[in-house]
Every structure is written in C-alpha cells, then in structure tokens.
C-alpha cells in the first residue's frame, strides 16, 4: 500500500520475483524463509550462549520461591508487602527476528541501571522481612539465632548461608562462598539485621540474576554441563523458577546425570502443573496479535456502533480473544492429547466467557472438559479465531491478516516496504469491497510484488468473517460520517495463496486455505524454530543448531502428540550442553 510509485526505482517484475523467491528458501537466523528440513551434523557446535539473565517473571518466582523456603509460615505476607518492589522491576519486551510478530520475553536480554537498582531494593527488603522478628528468624536460621548462646553464632549464620545458599545459588556451596556471604555479618554474635545484610547479599549474586553455567569439571569447548546447572534448565524451562527439592536432591545424587534418572525427572516436571504456565507463555507469545487493538476503543462512534449493530464490545474482549488461542494449545497439549496439525484445523471453540462465546454463537467452556464444536461450517481452524479476524475498527484488515501467516505461523521472511509506503489501513469505501479496495491499492507499482503474491491471498481468504470475527455472506458498506448502510458488496475469498513457493494450487476459502498451511511441512518446521528461541532464548543458526531443531521437527513430523514434541526438547543434546565457541 503506497501513496505513489516508484516504477523509475523498482520494477513490478523485480519485486514479483524477489517476493516469490522467498517462499521456501532457507535463512541464516536473522530473517528468511522457514526450511522444510534441518540437516543434523553432530560435529556442528553450537554458538556459545551469552550469559543470560533471569526474566522479569522467572527472577520474581525465584525470590518467591526463596521466600517460601525461608519462612513458610510468613511468606504470603512477605510477598504480599514486595509486591510495589517486584512492580518497579523493567518489564521484558517482546524479541525475535522480527519485532511484530513471534516474539519471546525469554530473548530480552537488556540490562538496565532499573534491573540493579530494583534487585538491591528487593533483596535489602526481603532480608528485612525475613528477619522482622525472632519468629521470623528462628524460622530462618533456627532456634540457635535467636538463643543466648553466642558460641553457635558462627556455626549457626554459616548453616543459613549453606542451606539458602543453595537454592539462591542453584549450586552447592562451598567453603569461599561461605566466608564471602558471611562477610556483611562481621564478627559474632551477631544480630537479626546481620542476617539481613547476609540473605540481601545472596539475593544479589550474580548466580541467581544469571544463569551462570560451566559445564562438567575436564570439559572442553562443548561442555555437558553439570547436575545442578542441569536441573536449572528443566526448571526454568518447564517452571520458570528454581529447582524444587526432589530436582535439588537428584542434582546433588548425581542421579540427573543418569539416562533414567533425567527421563523421570523430565516425565514429574513436566506433568506438574507449573508447566502449563510457561508453556502458555510459549504459545501465547507466539500466536499473539500484535496488531489487533482494543475492541472497545471505538464504541460510541455513529460507524462502529452501526457496524456492531446488537453487539457491544467491552473492555476485556480483547483479552479473551487472544485467551482462547492459548486456551486451544494448552488444550491439545495437556487436556486431550493432540498433535500440531489437530490444533491447526481445530473446529472446537474454547471461549471461556460470553461475550467471546456469543461471537461465535456456541455455549461457554469451563475450561475443562470436552469444549463446544463450532456450529459455522465457514469457522475451520486456528486461522478462524476471532484473535486473528478482528481489529477494532469496522474494517477487516486482510495485509495484516497476511502477514501475520506469512511470518508468525511460516517462517517467511517479507522485504520491508518502501520509505514512503502508507503505514495507516486501507479505509472503508461506500462503493468496494475491502478486498477490492486493498487490489487497487497494492495492484500496481513497487507494493504489488510483495501484495499480489505473498501478502494479500493469505488474508483474502477468511474475508467472510468481518471485523468482529463474525461470519458474513456480503460486505455491509457504511457512510463513514452517520453510519448508514449505502450498499453491499460481495465477499471474494477464492486465491492463490502459495504457501510454498511454485504451489499455485486455488483456496476457496479459509477451510482450503487451512488444509494447504497443516499439509505443508513449513508451520512445523516454524514452530521448531520458534520453540528452540523460546528454549534457548535466542536465533537460531540454522547450521549449527540443526540437530536440536531437527528433534523438534521430527516429533512433529511423525504425528506426535504436543506434549511429546514439548517434552523433545528437553531430550535433545543441546539442551544438557553448554558450548564456549563463538
């Protein structure tokens, strides 16, 4: 979409090209097509991880956690008081190839003066808290930090700093690190705000912000890495927060190091309940519409409310929308055991609430249970949930629409537009259909390579829904200033959508269009990629991290349920590795 072309700088017939050379060619980890395959070279090694720091919401569990360890019996109310400290903490942003679309938390790596200022504020409150009152610290440290006998001082700070320090830490402690975390404390006796400065400054180190790792002692630049640093991936992967007890115990056994020991392991954390937070993280960052705005935001307005007619959005109904994706993966992945195609072309709706619910005219699902079946025979799959046809605005928007498939769910990389493109959405005409408004703007000059070709069709296909992600026959066509009807026009939702490239297969609409995208072994080979970012909380090297992503693939290739193909990752090599070689 432009306000005028460029036929003197980029000719219609090198831009058809380099759009549909795209489709189907590999990347290099920074932007590109999704490959089919990943060729797995077990001499490969992968790119040295930087050291990552803890997330907004893994360093918050992690203290919570610490918290509870500390002093159960108060912990509710430690939390309870930290809560403005947590809030102060920078939010993460949203990272990945692309800065709109499928981008993790995980990957945000921006250290900030805000992230050492707030950590110290934490830890120097938390320490205070813990340590309020004798029953807080006996709690803490035992009975013998709040006695009269100060010829246990020593023995007693020491044990605190060894049994929190390990947690803290996720590591053993050893005899330096004692005499370094006891160094606040000075000389015995000691007091409670000695404890205090001890729990602040372990709540500081270096190895709970970061997920410090070096490998097994006489490794070489491909580290397997030790017990404790293992048992911290599978937490913060699968919990996003420190190890528990039976994970610590199995770490300092040596038992995780063992085939069977970390298969047991990899099976109880899994099925904890723990994980179907963070794996709703995984497919809520992914799936999420970023450009889909508040539905309420225009209400009141003589269009909008006449677009709407008898249905009023509210303020929520955004979150909902965009709930009920995360509520269908979480669904086959957890509840009915599904594979990746199964949540594809899913005809079950999972609308928790009634405003989403009466959308799409089925009753409100509990959450548990067998969900309600669309009754719209045009409602076909995942490209047919409200998330992904609605905007806000009385108007469809079938570029984003495409987009949206074409890099979150394929992988594919688009070129950027022109300087001078239009950013803002093609409006409403009283005399064409949306679709024909969108051909005629991107029809022609610079856009329509990219438009005609690898855009448009993708979105083209599900324009019987309309903006509120209804089913629709025909187009209303409104005046914009009073909201009347003028006219109607017909929906056209018959393209080309070339899913992959060469294909000129015809979708009539978005039931085909469905079928083509879960035939193609492309959106799996994209969500291997997308989950190994999430996994390892960065790119890609399509080379070098083949093997990985091909565990991954192969699990989706050969049909097997979400939970399995989860769960691989965890099975993989890479992911008991630490590399040292950039």
């Known amino acids: 979409m432009m306000r005028r072309r460029w036929p003197w700088l980029l000719g219609l017939g090198a831009l058809t090209g380099a759009c549909t050379g795209l489709i189907g060619e590999p990347l290099d980890g920074e ?105 807080r610290l006996a709690e803490l440290a035992g009975a013998c930090a709040t006695d009269a006998d100060a010829a246990n001082d020593d023995a007693c700070l020491d044990d605190m700093i060894r049994r929190l320090g390990e947690r803290a830490l996720r590591r053993p402690v050893t005899d330096e690190d004692v005499a370094f975390y006891r160094g606040p404390a000075g000389a015995a006796p000691f007091e409670a705000a000695d404890y205090a400065d001890v729990v602040a400054l372990l709540l500081n180190a270096p190895h709970l912000m970061y997920f410090v790792e070096h490998g097994q002692d006489g490794s070489d630049s491909t580290a397997p890495l030790d017990a404790y640093e293992v048992a911290s991936r599978l937490s913060y992967h699968f919990w996003q927060t420190l190890p528990d007890e039976a994970l610590f115990a199995s770490a300092r056994s040596g038992a995780l190091l063992t085939e069977a020991g970390y298969e047991a392991e990899v099976e109880r954390i899994f099925n904890d309940p723990r994980t179907h937070v963070a794996m709703g993280e995984l497919f809520g960052q992914w799936l999420d519409n970023t450009t889909l705005e508040e539905l309420d935001a225009r209400v009141g307005t003589p269009l909008f409310d006449a677009f709407t007619a008898d249905y009023t959005p509210g303020p929520d109904l955004r979150e909902h929308m965009l709930a009920e994706v995360t509520d269908a993966a979480l669904y086959y992945t957890f509840e009915e055991p599904g594979t990746f195609r199964d949540l594809l072309t899913s005809r079950k709706s999972f609308a928790r609430t009634e405003d989403l619910a009466s959308l799409y005219h089925v009753p409100v699902w509990s959450g548990s249970g067998e969900p309600p079946t669309f009754t719209e025979p045009e409602r076909v799959g995942l490209l047919t949930r409200a998330a992904f046809l609605s905007t806000g605005s009385a108007n469809t928007r079938p570029i984003m629409k495409g987009v949206f498939i074409r890099k979150a769910l394929l992988c594919d990389d688009i070129p950027p537009p022109p300087p001078n493109a239009a950013a803002n959405p093609p409006q409403l005409s009283e005399s064409l259909s949306t679709r024909q408004v969108v051909e005629e703007l991107t029809g022609q000059g ?85 989950y190994f970012r999430f996994t390892f909380g960065r790119v890609e090297d399509l080379d070098r991290d083949a093997c990985a992503l091909e565990d991954v693939k192969l699990a989706l290739d050969e049909g097997k ?6 769960r691989s990752i965890a099975r993989s090599k890479a992911f008991r590795m630490r590399s040292f070689v950039d």
Request: charged fraction near 20%; hydrophobic fraction near 40%.
């Open 561 to 566: 349920p979400m939970a399995d193909v989860l």
């Open 31 to 135: 932007g590109g097509s999704t490959p089919t395959s990943f060729v797995c070279d077990t001499e490969a090694v992968p790119e040295a991880l930087p050291l990552r720091r803890l997330s907004h919401l893994q360093y918050r569990n992690t203290v919570s956690d610490l918290v509870r360890f500390a002093a159960p019996s108060a912990a509710a109310e430690i939390l309870g008081a930290a809560d403005p400290l947590f809030a102060q903490l920078p939010d993460d942003r949203r990272v990945g190839p692309d800065k709109h679309y499928a981008g993790f938390t995980r990957l945000d790596q921006a250290l900030q003066q805000q992230h050492v200022d707030g950590a110290y504020r934490v830890g120097g409150e938390i320490g205070k808290a813990l340590t309020a009152s004798p029953a």
């Open 446 to 530: 610079a856009c329509a390579g990219c438009h005609k070709v690898v855009i448009n069709p993708l979105g083209f296909a599900t324009e019987n829904f309309d903006s509120l992600g209804r089913v629709r026959t025909e187009q209303d066509l409104f005046d914009p200033a009073t909201g009347d009807v003028v006219g109607t026009a017909s929906v056209d939702t018959e393209v080309v959508p070339r899913v992959e490239s060469g294909d000129e297969r015809v979708a009539k609409n978005a039931a085909d269009l469905t079928s083509l995208i879960a035939a193609s072994p492309k959106p799996y080979a994209c969500f291997a990629r997308q």
